[in-house]
Structure formats: C-alpha cells, structure tokens
Nanobody
Framework: QVQLVESGGGLVPPGGSLRLSCAAS????????MAWYRQAPGKQRELVAG???????DYADSVKGRFTISRDNAKSTVYLQMNSLKPEDTAVYYC???????WGRGTQVTVSS
C-alpha cells in the first residue's frame, strides 16, 4: 500500500524558514516524479514544486528563488526547503506522487507574526 507522510510544518514569522519532509513507502520511490502542492483556505490546491526521477525541478512563479525541492532516494524522502516565508505562503502543504493522484494527509504551514 502506497503511503506518503508529511512532516515539518508549523508556525513561523515572516522571513523565517521551514523544511518539509515527505516519507514514502510501498513504492519504488526512485522512479517516480514527486511534487509539493498547497491549499490555502478558500482557494484551490496549487502546485508549488516538482522534481523528476532525474532531479529536474520546476516551481510556481510565486516561490521561485525562495523554495527548493530535493529528494533522497536512499531514504525514499522528498523535501521542500522554504526560505523568506511570507504570510501568503500560509496553507496546508501536501506531498504527491506527481500525476498519479496519490496524496499525503498534509502538514499545516502558518506564516504570521
């Protein structure tokens, strides 16, 4: 059974940093594209960043230069390093097997002073 478990969310002041982790199990992790999405209250879920099996990355314009997605195939884990956080980054962040409709349960990120 495929399982994605996110961790690392929390409350951080504007300008702060967080690193999210997503541990995958039940899959051959190294062959899958992975992605982070987020959903703010009253808004649709949106793509934040993606990473291919060969570690090519893509980002939403709103996070370029601030967020970095990476993966550790030995640990079956994908990360999202978030720097220079803004209040508009507040959302539930979800890990996903990109394009396969498999999601974690999400982790809350709140950026507030």
């Amino acid at each position: 059974q495929v399982q994605l478990v996110e961790s690392g969310g929390g409350l951080v002041p504007p300008g702060g940093s967080l690193r999210l982790s997503c541990a995958a199990s039940g899959i051959r992790f190294s062959v899958h594209a992975m992605a982070w999405y987020r959903q703010a209250p009253g808004k649709q879920r949106e793509l934040v960043a993606g990473i291919s099996p060969s570690c090519s990355t893509d980002y939403a314009d709103s996070v370029k230069g601030r967020f970095t997605i990476s993966r550790d195939n030995a640990k079956s884990t994908v990360y999202l390093q978030m720097n220079s956080l803004k209040p508009e980054d507040t959302a539930v962040y979800y890990c996903s097997l990109r394009g396969l409709g498999v999601w974690g349960r999400g982790t809350q990120v709140t950026v507030s002073s």
